[in-house]
């Protein structure tokens, strides 16, 4: 039963989403406005479309720094539950929201109000709490990664089927600004021919928490990258025909992995080039476009493209003869072009919890898909297959 039943359901505090966090002020404007613009619109609908009962299952980094967060203040979401091992954040949770509070997990599935379970412990029960929460009568959002393997996500979505639930997948990264903003730059052709994009999230740093333990499903690859390959599987615009992995344990203090080096080439020829790493300590540009007709650079927040247009070029013919004077090169010259911009995209589409509200009240189509996580599953599975003991 509950430590503490709820009697009043507080409103708590100014909505701050939680992808700010780490985001540049120009990005942080832009998803500032989208996410204040979709909650503004929704507001007159509110009365007409009750709140949200939310359950938290996990009150750590990512269920109170992300997802109480990203709740708080937002009519839409009423917290009505939360679950955790320690006392203390219970406490703190009830004093704000006035909510149930449960220590059991059982017990919170017989007891809880919500009708929607995030789940955000830690990652090794990530599936059979989400599958257990279906089937209990209530949609699920698990936190990344979605579960430890391809098959467990498979049991996961069949979960959900079989429940007449909806089980989301909190890869949130899609909404990001630089993500939207190059998935804009790839529709739009400037670059021609994309052909290769690199992608590096690279620090110096030991780690010694539970992430850094593989009983709790820690590692780099399982808590860090679900991001980088989502969005890398989305700027691929293909299916994957090959995959390259080498995973490494460097520095940290745990038996789970802290270096990931993921190739991935799709159906198309085009090419992902993932590198993300607690032991480098110099850092590189986080997103690289090679392009047929130019290049972008960004660090996540402004973009430089050296572009041009191919209709400008010369007719170049291959010269078989011996190079004039023993020298590289011809008279071949480029017209090139250079743009300096923020990573902003022109259409900014809300956040993920937008999308949850609108798929939960209204009937709208989930922008992220369980079987399209699947899909990032597989990439981490064959990750760990590709490297023995890791």
């Known amino acids: 039963m509950p430590i503490k039943k709820a009697t009043t359901k507080k409103a708590g505090l100014p909505a701050k989403a939680a992808a700010k966090k780490a985001a540049p002020a120009?990005?942080?404007?832009?998803?500032?406005?989208?996410?204040?613009?979709?909650?503004?619109?929704?507001?007159?609908?509110?009365?007409?479309?009750?709140?949200?009962k939310v359950g938290v299952v996990g009150l750590g980094r990512a269920g109170w720094n992300i997802h109480v967060n990203r709740m708080r203040g937002d009519q839409r979401f009423i917290i009505s539950d939360v679950c955790d091992l320690q006392e203390d954040r219970l406490k703190e949770a009830n004093k704000e929201f006035g909510c149930n509070t449960f220590t059991d997990f059982n017990d919170f599935l017989k007891n809880a109000e919500c009708e929607l379970v995030v789940i955000a412990s830690q990652s090794v029960a990530h599936a059979p709490q989400s599958i257990a929460a279906l089937k209990s009568g209530r949609d699920v959002l698990v936190e990344k990664p979605m579960s430890m393997s391809a098959a467990e996500a498979t049991k996961m979505i069949k979960a959900a089927n079989a429940?007449?639930?909806?089980?989301?997948?909190?890869?949130?990264?899609?909404?990001?600004?630089?993500?939207?903003?190059?998935?804009?730059?790839?529709?739009?052709k400037l670059l021609g021919d994309v052909f290769e994009i690199r992608v590096r999230a690279l620090g110096f740093s030991r780690r010694s928490d539970w992430q850094t333990l593989?009983?709790?499903?820690?590692?780099?690859?399982n808590n860090t990258c679900p991001h980088f390959i989502d969005t890398s599987l989305l700027l691929l615009e293909s299916p994957v025909k090959d995959q390259f992995s080498d995973l490494r344990l460097t520095v940290d203090a745990g038996d789970a992995d802290d270096h990931v080096k993921i190739l991935l080439r799709g159906e198309n020829k085009r090419v992902i080039d993932m590198e993300v790493s607690t032991t480098c300590a110099f850092p590189e540009t986080k997103w690289t476009l090679l392009g047929t007709?130019?290049?972008?650079?960004?660090?996540?927040?402004?973009?430089?493209?050296?572009?041009?247009?191919?209709?400008?070029?010369?007719?170049?013919?291959v010269n078989?003869?011996?190079?004039?004077?023993?020298?590289?090169?011809?008279?071949?010259?480029?017209?090139?072009?250079?743009k300096i911009e923020a990573s902003v995209p022109k259409k900014p589409s809300g956040d993920y919890y937008d999308n949850v509200w609108r798929v939960l009240r209204y009937g709208a189509e989930q922008e992220v898909k369980p079987e399209e996580v699947y899909n990032v599953m597989r990439v981490i599975e064959k990750a760990h297959k590709d490297s023995d003991g890791l």
């Open 26 to 52: 120009s990005t942080k404007k832009a998803v500032k406005k989208a996410t204040a613009k979709n909650i503004a619109a929704d507001k007159k609908q509110v009365l007409r479309r009750k709140p949200i």
């Open 163 to 188: 429940a007449d639930k909806k089980l989301f997948v909190h890869q949130n990264y899609r909404y990001h600004a630089d993500v939207q903003y190059l998935r804009e730059v790839l529709a739009s």
């Open 214 to 221: 593989q009983k709790f499903g820690g590692g780099c690859l």
């Open 293 to 317: 007709n130019g290049t972008l650079k960004s660090d996540g927040s402004t973009s430089t493209i050296k572009y041009f247009d191919p209709k400008k070029l010369k007719p170049l013919k």
């Open 320 to 338: 078989e003869n011996p190079a004039e004077g023993r020298k590289y090169g011809n008279d071949d010259k480029i017209p090139w072009q250079e």
